[in-house]
């Protein structure tokens, strides 16, 4: 937290930390506080950072992972696009780490199983990352009704890249449902 405070600071913004549990986005009353604290960060100029609260989380209410995480702060902030960063430019047809012919896929509209068995192995419920549980928050977000991308991080300035049509994979809702949010 500090890194992002002396950073942000750098560029004239606050920073502000939000620790959630699953319990905190599942729970009606405890997401409606969640998504007011965002807001208040952004109104008075801080950049939330919102990570899983370790010290409280059991194996019961634990994301395990932050791609999750990310999806369901996405859907109850009412997001119109989640951005996933990687190491890797998006999903690949096999992992490009260990096939050089590898195809990146550009799209994703329906994930099936074939899009599941590209992200290699099944992870277990409770994951700690790679593609198998961006395809997961990648599922959370178009059932939700909004988009989201998996892009290259380590390149120098992805977002950009992202939007001058950089190499990536997009995962399209089947309907955009601008009245999606539950709470």
């Not at 002396?6 to 319990?23: D, H, M, W």
């Not at 799209?107 to 599941?116: F, G, L, N, S």
Request: net charge negative; charged share 20%.
């Amino acid at each position: 937290m500090h890194a992002y405070d002396q950073s942000l600071k750098r560029r004239g913004f606050g920073v502000g930390q939000l620790l959630l549990t699953a319990e905190d986005v599942d729970n009606q009353h405890r997401c409606l506080n969640a998504r007011a604290t965002l807001e208040q960060l952004l109104k008075v100029g801080a950049v939330p950072v919102v990570n899983e609260n370790d010290a409280t989380t059991t194996a019961e209410n634990c994301f395990g992972d932050n791609d999750r995480l990310a999806a369901r702060v996405a859907h109850m902030v009412n997001a119109d696009v989640l951005i996933l960063l990687s190491n890797v430019d998006g999903l690949f047809t096999q992992d490009p780490h260990d096939n050089p012919l590898a195809r990146l896929v550009t799209e994703v509209r329906c994930i099936t199983p074939e899009i599941e068995a590209m992200a290699g192995h099944s992870a277990a419920r409770h994951s700690s990352g790679g593609m198998v549980t961006k395809l997961m928050a990648a599922k959370i977000a178009m059932d939700a009704g909004y988009e989201m991308v998996i892009a290259n991080g380590i390149k120098s300035y992805p977002l950009a890249a992202i939007e001058n049509g950089g190499p990536s994979t997009w995962f399209f809702p089947r309907a955009k449902d601008k009245d999606r949010a539950r709470y």
